[in-house]
């Protein structure tokens, strides 16, 4: 009696692994923001090109690079922060397994919760810069860096602020879930990508503004 042998293709089977469809929607979204904010620094360096030079220096000489870098490293930082939540995220570990100072063993939570507090006082410090601005003299109205700083930095300034309630909205998923999977460790990870977005779109503007002036 003859058998059969199933051919080495056969035995085979393919798959294909679909790419996320949120993360698909989230990338195609912040390739959107970065045209936005390609349209943004356009608008600074060509003001900057047409306006005599003096008047320029005159609303440079009131920035405080110092302050803006220490503001520029918490920000950065926080990217790291974010990037350890998603790791924990990915682990399906919502919560620390160990004691609050045991920050190897910090869950999501712990990592998000930080990063949103490290936002926060990005946002604090942004306001109290904005304000020491204005006591000198230096407005959105008075003159042309004035508007193009208020609105290149205030819309960085917004997407930060939507950024942390969007933390908010993770981290109250996160406790409401019965059972910490996939969804939530989807929603940590395009988090962390628009986190990462900001980021990176502050440092080119720190750069733009404060270093090369």
């Known amino acids: ?9 056969a035995q085979h089977h393919v798959t294909v692994n679909r790419p996320n469809p949120v993360s698909v929607g989230t990338i195609v979204w912040l390739s959107s923001e970065l045209m ?9 360096f060509t003001i900057r090109a047409t306006i005599p030079a003096e008047q320029w220096s005159e609303g440079v000489s009131h920035l405080n690079v110092p302050f803006a870098a220490v ?4 920000l950065v930082a926080s990217s790291f922060v974010c990037e350890a939540g998603v790791k924990a995220a990915e682990r399906f ?6 004691s609050l100072f045991q920050v190897t063993k910090w869950g999501m939570n712990e990592w998000i919760t930080l990063t949103f507090i490290m936002g926060s006082v990005f946002i604090a410090l942004q306001v109290f810069e904005y304000a020491e601005l204005v006591s000198h003299g ?10 193009v ?3 290149a930095t205030g819309f960085h300034g917004l997407h930060v602020l939507g950024g942390l309630f969007a933390f908010l909205f993770l981290l109250g998923r ?7 999977g996939h969804h939530e460790a989807t929603t940590s990870i395009v988090m962390s990508y628009y986190w990462h977005f900001v980021d990176v779109v502050w440092v080119g503007l720190f750069i733009a503004i404060y270093i090369l002036q």
């Open 93 to 98: 570990q919502p919560v620390r397994s160990g």
């Open 71 to 74: 503001n520029t490293l918490i």
């Open 1 to 9: 009696m003859s058998t059969v042998t199933a051919s080495p293709k």
């Open 174 to 180: 996160s406790f409401s879930a019965k059972k910490f």
């Open 138 to 147: 230096l407005t959105i109205s008075n003159n042309p860096f004035g508007s």
């Open 149 to 151: 700083f208020f609105l």
């Open 36 to 44: 936005f904010f390609a349209g943004l620094f356009a608008m600074y």
